[in-house]
């Protein structure tokens, strides 16, 4: 292995740090004057009908409107998110003071969010805003969310595919007068800035394309184009690939990541990588079809003969790994083989797939896939799953071999055997049971340990804002993004002391090893309890499916599971997302009618993001600390990697046990974020485990979270506490109505 260069983590003095953002005022005479210091400078605001210009660029018109607008202030409004408001608030301030634009050009603002449920929240508030109208706006999504061609499974593989050979059949030949096979991405250009509102979310795009029998895939491109404010999941921004197939341009921009809190772990997840030897072989019976066929040019046939060849080492490689994992014990379905960085680079090495043939293999997989997405007709037979294997090999190879090596101590390989058993009781159990293994898969896992390496890609942007209500701690965080964030906003809740409740619960410690019945059957006398006090909706969150499962099987043998269902309708999260948008739409209608109980988790689709307002949460019930699986592969090799650099990040970077901790508790309090969302909400949050009698264990709780504990009692003499603020509450409700 190639000797170690200076870490990520090595202490650094400020003119080290990678990339700082500074607001400061100028005057427009020194516009063009380089900085020498690293900060962003705000130029002079441009006025309406001034004699100053600005001159326009390809993709975005100067919008004169946008300078000075004229409308009404913006608006805020009972069923607004909080944070939203505050984030609209900030631009505003910002808008008062200073502009943001550079030279001869408007920057494009990219607001990323984790769902594009929570986009639908920014376009609502964007339409209350005074530059709806005077800022154009698209919002990106994939083909599975916004094809409107019938798929047939039978004829594709994915709808990627169909809509790679329906759009791409005509487009190559130049000569021809002819359209695609497509008639919705004929029609694109029907759907654009004049045919659809100023404010437009997903699901209004999808409605006028459909009106219009226009795809919304490609209008929504073609009009990214010339857009000020560009909306999108933000994996879209983060993820390399992503962004250069969607041809989002982030230099000198602006990027705007909601639910920031996430962004640590989506960016590991971006730079790490799953190879399965399935898909590996259904590659080479592609590329073996097309290798016989030799159609195209040499220089194509060419390509396809080195990249079968390196496909087909690949495979052999997998093969000889078989056997040295086959008698490892199975944990949680899968057995692992961790690999030494250096063990693993000399295994490639051995097979001619490692450093040496990178560079090549590198430069054949970006001309081939270019090939295959522009004229697929000269690689028929091979899909779109192909190439998508062939660009992540190439990409995880790359984080390792390029930059001299430099990268190489932030991954951990792991060679992994997948199984599935005929019966699901034994799948803990040792390998002597490998009679009752069903099915088996063997991956490649290439796992990334520091976030940084993704994130860094960001700092070519002219400004980057993280907004979530737990970032906290802000310093750990700094680090292990590996960026500086010299500007923090963190303002204090805006509800009334009096207006929420909050209490602690030592019914149970709630991990999975510790929920016997006795204590299953006192989570649902809590939980039964909290519905009877609580009108309309009530969340419940627990650590994972599995604890859900749990209770819900106790909760129905004993019983309480029809008394719940006499006193509110009950719903549970669903991981399918079509299967859940129709329960979230029942549960607020049920809100409404005779009251609703939803159990959820945290993390999934109902803890974060979703916003319930009034009515639809007026009680959080958070049942554990959310700890992730101490046994997960990732999770284990994570704590070791902080432990390991914190002692060089002088204190900034976690400790393995700290990082957990608080990995943990951002998720326990983004669940407790649900319950009141702007000053005239109302609710009572009930944290249930007896961990929480100790004050360490409510040290990374929010601090208006902290600040509003009633009580330090533990035991369920508060529940009559909770329900005489249900019925103080109420009543005021009624009086006011």
Excluded at 177 to 193: E, M, Q, T, V, W
Excluded at 587 to 608: P, T
Aim: proline letters at 4%; charged letters at 25%.
């Amino acid at each position: 292995m190639i000797g170690r260069e200076k870490s990520i983590y090595d202490v650094q003095t400020d003119e080290q740090l990678p990339y700082q953002c500074k607001v400061e005022k100028r005057g427009n005479s020194c516009a063009d004057e380089p900085r020498g210091d690293g900060f962003v400078t705000i130029h002079k605001k441009l006025r309406k009908n001034s004699s100053d210009s600005v001159k326009p660029n390809s993709n975005v018109e100067p919008n004169p409107g946008l300078l000075t607008p004229t409308k009404h202030p913006i608006q805020e409004n009972g069923d607004t998110p909080e944070k939203v408001r505050e984030l609209y608030s900030l631009v505003e301030n910002l808008r008062c003071r200073t502009s943001i634009f550079v030279n001869s050009s408007l920057p494009v603002i990219y607001y990323g969010a984790r769902t594009h449920k929570q986009l639908q929240q920014v376009v609502k508030e964007f339409k209350r805003t005074v530059y709806c109208g005077n800022a154009s706006m698209t919002i990106l999504s994939s083909r599975d969310n916004t094809c409107l061609r019938e798929y047939d499974s039978k004829q594709w593989p994915s709808k990627n595919d169909m809509c790679r050979g329906c759009t791409k059949t005509f487009q190559a030949d130049k000569s021809s007068s002819k359209g695609s096979n497509c008639p919705y991405f004929d029609n694109r250009k029907a759907l654009n800035h004049k045919t659809l509102p100023p404010a437009f979310d997903l699901t209004d795009l999808i409605e006028a394309g459909e009106r219009l029998k226009a795809c919304p895939f490609y209008a929504a491109r073609d009009m990214a184009s010339g857009a000020n404010i560009i909306m999108c999941p933000y994996n879209y921004l983060v993820d390399p690939g992503i962004r250069n197939r969607m041809q989002i341009n982030l230099q000198d921009n602006i990027v705007i990541i909601d639910e920031g809190h996430n962004i640590e772990d989506i960016c590991r997840d971006t730079a790490s990588f799953d190879f399965k030897l399935d898909h590996l072989r259904n590659a080479i019976k592609e590329m073996t079809a097309a290798a016989s066929q030799r159609f195209g040019s040499q220089h194509l046939i060419s390509h396809i003969d080195f990249l079968l060849n390196v496909l087909k080492k690949w495979e052999q490689w997998f093969e000889n790994q078989i056997p040295l994992i086959k008698g490892v014990v199975i944990n949680n379905k899968e057995a692992t083989k961790l690999f030494d960085m250096d063990a693993f680079v000399n295994t490639l090495n051995e097979y001619n797939i490692g450093m040496e043939r990178y560079n090549g293999f590198s430069k054949k997989v970006l001309e081939f896939c270019k090939k295959l997405q522009e004229d697929p007709r000269t690689l028929v037979g091979v899909t779109q799953s192909t190439g998508t294997l062939l660009e992540s090999l190439e990409t995880a190879l790359g984080y390792l071999f390029r930059d001299s090596c430099r990268n190489m101590e932030h991954f951990i390989p792991v060679f992994v055997r997948k199984v599935d058993f005929a019966n699901d009781n034994v799948s803990w159990r040792h390998s002597q049971f490998e009679k009752s293994v069903k099915n088996e898969q063997y991956i490649l896992r290439l796992i990334c340990l520091n976030p940084a390496l993704i994130f860094s890609e960001l700092h070519s942007a002219r400004t980057v804002i993280l907004a979530s209500g737990t970032l906290t701690p802000m310093d750990a965080l700094k680090a292990e993004l590996g960026t500086s964030f010299p500007h923090a906003i963190s303002p204090k809740h805006a509800i009334s002391t009096d207006r929420v409740w909050v209490g602690a619960l030592s019914a149970a410690r709630c991990t999975r090893a510790a929920l016997d019945a006795a204590a299953q059957d006192a989570l649902g006398r809590a939980v039964r309890a909290v519905c009877a006090a609580a009108p309309h909706g009530v969340l419940c969150f627990a650590p994972s499916y599995d604890v859900l499962r749990v209770l819900r099987a106790r909760w129905q043998d004993t019983g309480l599971w029809r008394e719940l269902e006499k006193l509110k309708d009950v719903y549970i999260e669903d991981t399918d997302a079509k299967r859940h948008d129709t329960m979230m739409q029942e549960y607020v209608e049920s809100v409404e009618g005779r009251g609703a109980l939803l159990l959820s988790v945290y993390r999934g689709k109902v803890a974060e993001g979703m916003d319930f307002r009034d009515r639809q949460a007026r009680a959080v019930i958070a049942i554990g600390i959310p700890y992730s699986n101490t046994k997960n592969i990732a999770v284990m090799e994570k704590k070791k990697y902080n432990d390991k650099y914190s002692r060089n990040s002088n204190g900034q970077l976690l400790a393995g046990s700290e990082w957990y901790r608080v990995h943990a508790y951002r998720a326990l309090n983004q669940a407790l974020g649900r319950c009141v969302r702007h000053k005239d909400d109302w609710g009572a949050l009930l944290l249930i485990d007896s961990r929480f009698e100790k004050s360490q264990n409510r040290e990374h709780l929010s601090s208006w979270v902290k600040s509003l504990f009633k009580t330090n009692d533990h035991s369920f003499n508060i529940l009559e506490d909770l329900k005489s603020f249900m019925v103080r509450m109420n009543q005021n409700d009624e009086n006011t109505t």
